[in-house]
Nanobody, 116 residues
C-alpha cells in the first residue's frame, strides 16, 4: 500500500529547474519529518533534504545549495525545488519519513533526467 506519492519528474536540460511534489495522507504528514531521497541505478539510495513539522530544514552538503524544500499543510504535501540541475542529478526521486525512512512507505518515485 503506497503511503506517499511522488510527482513532477521529467526531462530537463542541464542548468534547468524542476519542482517535485510528495503527497501523503494527513495521518502521515501531520507531525512528521518528511524527506526526499534519490536513487541512481547501481548505487544506494541517498538522503537529500528533510523538513520537520515545524518547518526546520536540513540539506545534504552535496547539493551545494541548489535545492530547497517546503511543506504545504493544507495539501499534506512536501515540495522539492531543484535548480541548476546537473546530469549527475539524474535519478529516481522518492519521499519518505526522515531521517529514518519507513520501508513500508516507499512509493514508485518520480524519474528526473537531466540532459547534458
Amino acid at each position: 500500500q503506497v503511503q506517499l506519492v511522488e510527482s513532477g519528474g521529467g526531462l530537463v536540460p542541464a542548468g534547468g529547474s524542476l519542482n517535485l511534489s510528495c503527497s501523503t495522507s494527513v495521518n502521515i504528514f501531520k507531525g512528521s519529518t518528511i524527506g526526499w531521497y534519490r536513487h541512481v541505478t547501481g548505487r544506494q539510495r541517498t538522503a537529500l533534504a528533510r523538513i520537520t513539522a515545524a518547518g526546520a530544514v536540513t540539506f545534504s552538503d552535496s547539493l551545494e545549495g541548489r535545492f530547497s524544500i517546503s511543506r504545504d499543510a493544507a495539501k499534506n504535501t512536501v515540495l522539492l525545488y531543484m535548480s541548476r540541475l546537473k546530469p549527475e542529478d539524474t535519478a529516481v526521486y522518492y519521499c519518505n519519513l526522515a531521517p529514518i525512512p519507513n520501508p513500508r512507505y516507499w512509493g514508485q518515485g518520480t524519474q528526473v533526467t537531466v540532459s547534458s
